[in-house]
């Protein structure tokens, strides 16, 4: 507690800052609950909300805490954006608007960075040339365009200044309040704040790390090095770090910024990306999660580059195979294969109740049933199949969603490329030949020889372990422990009540007894009134008033 209570006002400024914004934004509400009405400046401590200018529901006005407090919270905005699980569609709809664009920093500020990294003199040293003006600024790092030494143009990837440190504070506040979220019963039960946001610090820190991008970039790379058609940017390792990125310049027209849509092979390149996708996602196990017009060039008319690696989707061999089974069965709509490998690859809450689930993606495979395959649009598709997973508190892997949702944008970038694209043609194709690939006879043969040896692991302690049973058993050793879940907040609740009722009886206590000490008229007096009785009556007041105020403050009367 000790602790907790340092880390809140080693970081005063910042609770000040998280606090007026909800004032500002009309969710004064959240203060209380989450223990930060002690930040607010004192003449506003008891003010009523603001009253905003266009009154909106809670998702707009959560979307713009986000965007108000900064690039933290604005990415952690854009991560639950991608977990239909656990938010309802509106909030979901209102965080997909969160834009991670901000003024640029100024190139003096980013010169030490640059400095720091790749050593001092580095723009003479390194480069020919350097824009001042950058080509793009997110709240974590901007680019500038420059030419190394050796005439190479290039990509310059920087890191803001001092970006980490605002970002550790940022994450140290919102760990304590998903704590508080948690041990008070805040959010519903089948959401987990703290596990969220451990999830959320991991991303980020990828992210911060540019490290890992040129290492996702190399992984890419290397897995379509067979596709002539496929163009990855190559990094310069020498001139990379952590905090900068130096990659080659895609000399094309960005997908985004197409106006002539005749000068290029569209359907060869709405099939083409289609396809890459597909084997990205079952036979790679390693995709591109964030695929929109903005991260696609168009070179030369017929070849397709990709570019921003910082956002990548890893899913392994078994979920791969999972979704494969899932996008066949969607295809074919197979309501029991649809069910079951939802049931099988997610987190379900203790009362689910399958015959519901199944009626629900029965009735959700009905309302396509009078369509013809090629005129489904999958990204509606998955979005109402996500609406079911959360109604049922169905908590699916993270990278399914990645999937769902680049699966979406690779379907929106064929299409504009060609208004006849028809993903079910290519996904039937695909699956075909993925089919055909798992049933080779070398494939099959690993597999068995995988099963074996996860069926053996599995097994070669049960011996051991149910002669260790049968032998505590025998001497009456054997015991079973219990553990009691989601009884903290109860708890707690009980704890809040007792502590009233004290004060309260504390109450009730001085005044019978400074109305017997007036009764009695014992010195000494003050204006004819014995002291202690007008002491008592005096703290009695003091502590009633406190006592109404801070259940009117709760809400709960």
């Known amino acids: 507690m000790l602790f907790n209570l340092r880390k809140k006002y080693k970081h005063f400024q910042r609770y000040r800052e998280i606090s007026q914004v909800f004032l500002r934004n009309g969710l004064g509400f959240l203060l209380d609950r989450f223990d930060l009405r002690r930040f607010v400046p004192l003449e506003d401590r008891f003010s009523r909300d603001e009253e905003l200018e266009e009154p909106a529901s809670l998702p707009p006005r959560l979307r713009r805490v986000m965007e108000d407090l900064g690039p933290t ?88 200044p001092e970006i980490w440190k605002r970002i550790r504070v940022d994450l140290e506040i919102i760990s304590d309040l998903a704590e ?36 996702n970039i190399r992984r890419f790379n290397a897995n379509h090095i067979r596709y002539e058609d496929i163009i ?56 591109h999660a964030d695929p929109h017009p903005g991260n696609i060039f168009i070179i ?24 494969a089974l899932l996008f066949a069965a ?10 079951d490998i939802i049931v099988e690859i997610g987190d379900l809450p203790e009362n689910l109740n399958e015959r519901k689930l199944l009626i629900d993606i029965e009735e959700f495979i009905h309302s396509y049933y ?66 055909r690939d798992r049933l080779r006879p070398d494939n099959l043969l690993k597999r068995l020889g995988l099963n074996l040896w996860q069926f053996r692991n599995n097994i070669k302690d049960y011996p051991e372990n149910f002669a260790l049973i049968l032998e505590k058993l025998a001497h009456n050793e054997l015991t ?13 609740e009980i704890d809040f009540a007792s502590n009233r009722l004290s004060i309260s009886l504390i109450i009730s206590s001085l005044i019978v007894g400074s109305s017997m000490i007036i009764q009695t008229g014992v010195q000494p007096l003050f204006r004819g009134i014995p002291l202690f009785g007008f002491l008592g009556f005096f703290m009695a007041g003091v502590l009633g008033i406190w006592l109404v105020i801070s259940i009117l403050r709760s809400g709960r009367f």
Do not use: W
């Not at 001092?120 to 974590?140: G, N, R």
């Not at 079910?424 to 993925?434: H, K, R, S, T």
């Not at 079973?480 to 707690?492: P, S, T, V």
């Open 73 to 160: 919270y604005v990415k952690l905005g854009q991560l639950l954006s991608t977990r239909p699980d656990i938010l309802p569609p509106e909030y979901i709809k209102e965080f997909r608007r969160l834009q991670d664009e901000v003024p640029a920093v100024d190139f003096s500020q980013i010169t030490p960075v640059l400095e720091e990294e790749l050593g001092e003199d580095c723009l003479e040293k390194v480069f020919q040339e350097f824009s001042e003006e950058p080509t793009a600024a997110a709240s974590i790092a901007q680019a500038h365009k420059a030419r190394l030494k050796t005439g190479e143009p290039v990509i310059v990837k920087i890191q803001r």
């Open 232 to 287: 990855v940017p190559q990094v310069y390792e020498d001139y990379s770090s952590n905090r900068v990125l130096v990659m080659e310049e895609i000399q094309g027209q960005r997908l985004s910024k197409i106006e002539d849509f005749t000068k290029i092979e569209n359907k060869k390149l709405s099939r083409l990306g289609a396809e890459v996708f597909l084997k990205q996602v079952m036979i790679d196990g390693f995709f």
């Open 300 to 323: 030369e008319g017929s070849r397709l580059a990709y570019v921003d690696f910082g956002m990548m989707g890893q899913i392994s061999k078994v979920d791969r195979d999972y979704f």
């Open 370 to 435: 009078n369509r013809r395959l090629e005129d489904i649009n999958f990204r509606v598709l998955f979005q109402d199949l996500q609406r079911i997973v959360f109604k049922h508190h169905i908590r699916l892997p993270q990278e399914f969603f990645l999937l769902f949702r680049a699966l979406g944008l690779s379907e929106g970038v064929g299409s504009s490329l060609d208004p006849e694209f028809n993903i079910v043609e290519i996904g039937n194709d695909f699956l075909g030949d993925l089919l």
């Open 330 to 339: 969607l295809l074919r709509r197979n309501v029991e294969v649809i069910k």
């Open 480 to 492: 079973l422990g219990f553990k009691h879940q989601n009884l903290e907040n109860l708890i707690n």
């Open 180 to 215: 508080i979220a948690l041990n008070r019963g805040i959010l519903p039960d089948f959401i987990d704040p703290v596990g969220l946001v451990e999830e959320f610090r991991e991303t980020l820190f990828k992210e911060l790390n540019f490290n890992q991008e040129l290492t």
